[in-house]
């Protein structure tokens, strides 16, 4: 609406022509309300009502005007005053208007993005006075399922066979979904890993790089608790094998004699003849002890 001062003077904006969107509707009512009410106070209701119809104009608003018409010459239908007009184009457009625009919604709302719950409950609130109802309205809300959900759904055994029906085990199947797709993410950080590392089940972690395995428990490593193993060079996994240490006869099980000094009790590996310095022996000086030649 558009009011302007000019001096003693109220200028008002007429309305624009309505045709049948229900968009216009409301602009036109609000437009031709005031200006009836500071232009026209002097004309009788029925010059009032005569032109606001004069303003209605093309589409399905054109067909209605002209049966209104022949109505009120007939004297089967009664307008008094522009209010009882106004209250006849909202019955007659603001409720079909809405309905044909509800219809519009569910026919391009789809789920996207969102979850099955609510594309559901975007859809119910639309579903809402827009005439659809059984298969119809069963077949737009499976239109606006995404793929998954959808093809889950036409392969179940038994199908269901109310909306509502439809609805709930959608949701579920959605559900079901994203919970799967999070456990997978979860258990995708604890598979092996590149670089060598292996996430164990049931506490603490393997780390590995370049034949180097480390076990991390809960309080660290090196020092703090954990084992550290490394196998440089070799397979993972296996110690890393002392080149000094001998081989015990395993036949001779509680026997405890060096094999470095040949004395008993002890074994090799706790010798202390095993780090004296070996002496070396020169071909002259073993030619004297073999006779001088």
């Keep these: 609406m558009l009011l302007q001062q000019q001096g003693s003077r109220v200028e008002v904006a007429r309305p624009q022509v309505f045709s049948e969107r229900m968009e216009e509707m409301s602009v036109f009512i609000n437009t031709a309300h005031p200006y009836i009410r500071m232009k026209m106070t002097e004309e009788a209701a029925a010059t009032q009502v005569a032109w606001v119809l004069s303003y209605v104009q ?78 119809s309205l069963i077949e737009e809300f ?64 393997y780390g590995g790089r370049g034949g180097q395995i480390t076990w991390r428990t809960g309080r660290g490593y090196r020092g703090g608790g954990g084992i550290n193993i490394s196998n440089r060079g070799g397979a993972q996994g296996s110690p890393r094998r002392d080149p000094n240490a001998m081989d015990i ?30 002496v070396v022996e020169t071909p002259q000086e073993s030619a004297k002890e073999n006779g001088g030649q």
């Design 58 to 135: 093309g589409g399905i608003a054109e067909a209605w005007k002209d049966n209104l018409l022949n109505e009120l010459t007939k004297g089967e239908s009664e307008v008094e005053s522009v209010e009882q007009l106004f209250a006849k184009i909202r019955d007659n457009f603001g409720e079909t208007l809405e309905e044909e625009r509800k219809i519009e919604q569910l026919r391009t709302i789809k789920q996207g993005g969102r979850t099955c719950n609510e594309y559901m409950q975007e859809f119910k609130k639309i579903a809402r006075g827009s005439s659809y109802e059984g298969r």
């Design 142 to 205: 499976k239109r606006g399922l995404n793929g998954a959900i959808r093809r889950k759904l036409a392969e179940a055994e038994e199908l269901p066979t109310t909306i509502g029906e439809w609805q709930e085990r959608a949701v579920r199947l959605d559900r079901n979904q994203r919970q799967s797709r999070a456990e997978e993410r979860v258990l995708g950080r604890n598979a092996v890993c590149p670089g060598g590392n292996v996430q164990p089940r049931g506490g603490g972690s």
């Design 249 to 278: 006869d395993k036949g001779r099980g509680g026997d405890r004699t060096c094999y470095v000094c040949g004395k008993w009790g002890y074994m090799a590996k706790n010798c202390w003849e095993r780090h004296k310095g070996r």
